[in-house]
């Protein structure tokens, strides 16, 4: 019962360098979104995925990229890493766009030093 | 726009004593609201939600929250508070259910005490 998987589940990156956040999913679930944990913030949503072949901006999409690279997986770019990227970062996914965030991972602590 | 408040960053109780977590949310349109559950070092998991059908809503774990239009407020509650209850919950609103509308509040950190 693997759910969402996220893989690196730690890094520390040095200003400047590049990284991808890599997420997969086992639900055949069609929508995927990627959200940033700051303290006192709650989650904030960087970007999404409806569906295979679509992503689009969520409220915090500056500095990332991502990539629906086929129905279970949705990476996550980091091209040029700055302090202010230090966060928790959290994958998820639901059945449908329709539908609210039901399977999280356990997240990636990434620290840009 | 929406937005969630959640008073209180950190609550403290003490083992079998009432657990109450607030949240209040601001929305245009009748909302959807949701509360989630995250246990260290874990994603976050639903814990109920609330969709228009009844006003009181049961979760997993004894949890509950209700629905109060008049005051804005989707509080959750659970009547006896046990040490596996200690975590951090998230109550979110989205005014459609679709995913990519949903906005968290920042989080209360519920201390369960012995």
């Known amino acids: 019962n693997a759910g969402v998987t996220q893989t690196p589940k730690f890094q520390v990156l040095k200003t400047g360098q590049s990284m991808t956040l890599q997420c997969a999913q086992d639900m055949n679930h069609n929508s995927m979104y990627w959200y940033r944990q700051d303290p006192g913030m709650g989650l904030r949503l960087i970007y999404y995925?409806?569906?295979?072949?679509?992503?689009d901006k969520g409220e915090v999409p500056n500095g990332y990229n991502v990539s629906r690279l086929n129905k279970r997986e949705f990476s996550l770019r980091l091209e040029s890493a700055a302090p202010s990227q230090t966060s928790v970062y959290f994958c998820?996914?639901?059945?449908?766009?329709?539908?609210?965030?039901?399977?999280f991972g356990d997240g990636t602590r990434l620290s840009i030093l | 726009a929406q937005s969630v408040t959640q008073l209180g960053s950190h609550v403290s109780v003490s083992e079998g004593a009432l657990v109450l977590l607030r949240c209040n949310y601001s929305?245009?349109?009748?909302?959807?609201l949701f509360w989630y559950v995250q246990y260290p070092n874990q994603g976050l998991q639903l814990l109920l939600k609330y969709t228009s059908a009844a006003t009181l809503v049961k979760g997993i774990n004894d949890f509950e929250a209700e629905f109060k239009k008049s005051e804005t407020s989707f509080h959750l509650t659970k009547p006896s508070a046990h040490m596996s209850d200690a975590a951090e919950y998230f109550c979110?609103?989205?005014?459609?259910?679709?995913?990519?509308?949903?906005?968290f509040g920042p989080g209360t950190r519920l201390s369960v005490l012995p």
């Open positions: 979110a609103v989205s005014p459609d259910n679709y995913g990519q509308n949903f906005v």
């Open positions: 998820a996914s639901s059945e449908t766009p329709f539908y609210q965030p039901q399977h």
């Open positions: 995925s409806a569906s295979e072949g679509t992503t």
């Open positions: 929305s245009s349109v009748p909302p959807y």
